[in-house]
């Protein structure tokens, strides 16, 4: 069995799972995925009744064209288990990923796959369909994010989650995604290049987390600007307002994407026997290789994902 682990995730949309009101606000957004929150969005006390709520919208509502994700508590908390079971025995069929916020470890991976693949078989749902997004906050996980990337085939995206990670780590700053005063230089750059190499080394997708100041939408467009330059593949949104700003950051421009698309067709024109059989050949100015043609790949791709 394959499964289709590259999903569009531009925007990530969060909802709080114990809003129904956001829950059924959400539908109607452009996002490229949706992640109903039991986590830190959910308070203690709401938990218990929000995994009942996220079950009735996973199973009601209408996420056409959306990935859809569930995040649950992490596995220090005493709510882990009992969210994964009520949300996926009760949806599982309408549910793409569970996402695990705080890994510290490939074990707790490993732990998620093996809960849910005994849910899998009791329910009779296929096995191995449901994906893991996992979260990276703290230095251990930084530390191990390679060994989580392996952990499982599940595994779909490594993401960034700024807020717990500055304050797991005394980073001097109070501003969600904004840089520490003090420090001259991307108090981030290390952060998220570790984690951009340990999804491409295999071949999982990288997302950078929310951007809180949600009323500053030129701020977090300077910030997802960041993201996407590296190479991340998405960020999460919080606000409606976010979301069309991170579509069209994540997005090549339209000029990017002809060009690399020109590139393509060139590429494989000069390869063929009717172009010569070319190793490299020149498009206008510029001469163009096999690794011209990945790079314009990358482009393409994303450009063919958004709909280009
Ligand atoms: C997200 O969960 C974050 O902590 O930034
Ligand atoms: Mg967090």
């Known amino acids: 069995m394959t499964v289709n682990r590259l999903r569009p995730r531009r925007s990530c949309l969060a909802v709080p799972g114990s809003n129904p009101r956001f829950l059924e606000k959400a539908q109607g957004l452009p996002a490229d995925q949706v992640f109903l929150d039991l986590e830190d969005a959910c308070a203690p006390l709401a938990?218990?009744?929000?995994r009942h709520t996220i079950v009735k919208f996973l199973n009601e509502g209408d996420w056409t064209g959306k990935t859809r994700v569930v995040r649950v508590n992490d596995w220090t908390t005493e709510?882990?288990?009992r969210d994964v079971v009520t949300v996926v025995e009760g949806a599982g069929p309408n549910l793409d990923c569970i996402m695990l916020p705080k890994v510290q470890n490939a074990q707790q991976i490993v732990a998620l796959d093996l809960l849910l693949t005994q849910i899998e078989k009791t329910m009779g749902f296929e096995v191995g369909r449901i994906g893991i997004e996992a979260q990276i906050e703290n230095a251990q996980g930084l530390n191990n994010v390679n060994e989580i990337a392996q952990a499982s085939p599940r595994i779909e995206t490594i993401i960034f989650g700024p807020a717990d990670f500055m304050a797991s780590i005394n980073m001097k700053s109070l501003v969600v995604g904004e840089q520490p005063p003090g420090y001259p230089a991307d108090a981030y750059?290390?952060?998220l290049m570790k984690i951009l190499m340990a999804a491409r080394a295999n071949d999982l997708q990288a997302i950078d987390g929310p951007y809180l100041q949600i009323r500053n939408v030129d701020g977090f467009r300077e910030v997802a600007g960041r993201a996407a330059a590296l190479g991340f593949d998405g960020k999460w949104v919080l606000h409606p307002g976010q979301v069309d700003a991170a579509n069209e950051v994540f997005s090549?421009?339209?000029e990017d994407y002809d060009h690399a698309e020109l590139i393509l067709d060139a590429y494989e024109y000069y390869t063929s026997e009717a172009g010569g059989k070319k190793g490299s050949a020149m498009?206008?100015?510029?001469?163009?290789?096999?690794?011209s043609r990945k790079m314009a790949l990358v482009i393409a791709g994303k450009g063919r994902a958004a709909g280009m």
């Not at 498009?283 to 690794?291: C, K, P, Q």
């Open 47 to 50: 938990k218990p009744e929000a």
């Open 79 to 81: 709510w882990t288990y």
């Open 189 to 191: 750059h290390y952060i």
């Open 252 to 254: 090549p421009s339209q």
């Open 283 to 291: 498009l206008g100015d510029e001469m163009i290789d096999e690794a």
